[in-house]
């Protein structure tokens, strides 16, 4: 296979890193975007993009801190520019399922010239481990809004190994790939199978948005990140189109998604829903 350049927009985070690795098996060349790499990759710099995307084949684009904000589709235009400036062959683009304003960049990229896949996935198990849902875990106090809403879970794990092949085969050019487990789940199912691969009790209860957002803006978190949280739990977590399982894991790896019950399991041996983690 030939050894290529490959941009990993958010190279350290949920996705990004689990895709470096998987490409760094493969023999890639793997450059991470991120504010804390050199050449500096920032979604709000975009006068050093060029350097970033010197000399690359191919780009995965995780955007920061959601597609869903103002200025995203513009971000995602100029990165498209400068992709094509840079002569770069390939985009895979990381989207949100149920996600209308996600979909909006998506057409920019599908639009751009370039050979792209779209990975549009739904909620994340690793919400729950390594975002923002740890800290209520390690308490013990799970309190959400939209307690009926039906989730169908995707591991980062299977996002990342559908993305490493998007990125590394002709085959998945033009394809917009549905990323979900195979079953769905509401958050207190959720908590309900933490708890007990934890061994722990983990109370759920549920809350309104207005609820939700009066406790985050007590804690002293900013007015964007709230906006962003109430428009998750309100748009997206709302829209029926989210709870539609997809069974494009299974066609593309040949094998089920990795199942919430796995996730669990392996996530409660590594202690982490044991021991307090001051922020994540
Ligand atoms: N969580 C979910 O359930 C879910 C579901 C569907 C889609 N998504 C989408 O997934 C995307 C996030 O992907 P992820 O979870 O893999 O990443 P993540 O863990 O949220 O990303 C962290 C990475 O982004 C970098 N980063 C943070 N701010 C940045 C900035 N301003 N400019 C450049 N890099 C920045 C971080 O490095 P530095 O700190 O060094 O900059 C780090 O590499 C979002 O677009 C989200 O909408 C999430």
């Known amino acids: 296979m030939e050894k290529e350049n490959i941009l990993v927009i958010g190279g350290t985070g949920k996705t990004g890193r689990r895709i470096v690795a998987r490409l760094e098996a493969l023999g890639h060349n793997i450059r991470i975007g991120s504010r804390s790499a050199t050449p500096i990759f920032d979604w709000h710099k975009p006068e050093n993009w060029d350097a970033t995307l010197a000399g690359m084949d191919k780009v995965y684009i995780t955007y920061q801190p959601d597609l869903a904000v103002p200025g995203a589709l513009e971000s995602i235009e100029q990165l498209v520019k400068v992709s094509k400036r840079a002569n770069v062959k390939k985009l895979v683009l990381l989207s949100g399922k149920g996600e209308r304003e996600a979909q909006l960049c998506e057409q920019v990229v599908i639009h751009s010239g370039l050979d792209y896949t779209i990975v549009r996935a739904s909620w994340f198990n690793q919400n729950f481990s390594e975002n923002f849902l740890l ?27 559908v993305a490493t092949k998007a990125l590394t085969e002709d085959i998945h050019n033009g394809q917009i790939y549905e990323l979900t487990g195979q079953r769905t789940l509401t958050f207190k199912d959720a908590v309900a199978e ?25 804690t002293g978190l900013h007015e964007d990140f709230i906006w962003l949280i109430e428009y998750l739990f309100t748009e997206v977590l709302g829209n029926p189109e989210l709870a539609e399982v997809s069974h494009d894991i299974e066609k593309i790896l040949g094998r089920k998604p990795i199942d919430f019950s796995e996730y669990a399991a392996a996530t409660a041996e590594t202690g982490i829903w044991n021991k307090k983690i001051a922020k994540v």
């Open 135 to 161: 800290e209520p875990i390690f308490d013990g106090l799970v309190a959400l809004p939209q307690a009926e809403a039906q989730i169908p879970w995707v591991d980062t794990d299977d996002i990342a190994e």
């Open 194 to 218: 933490i708890a007990k691969a934890s061994n722990r009790d983990i109370a759920f209860v549920p809350i309104s948005v207005k609820e939700y957002g009066d406790g985050m803006r007590k």
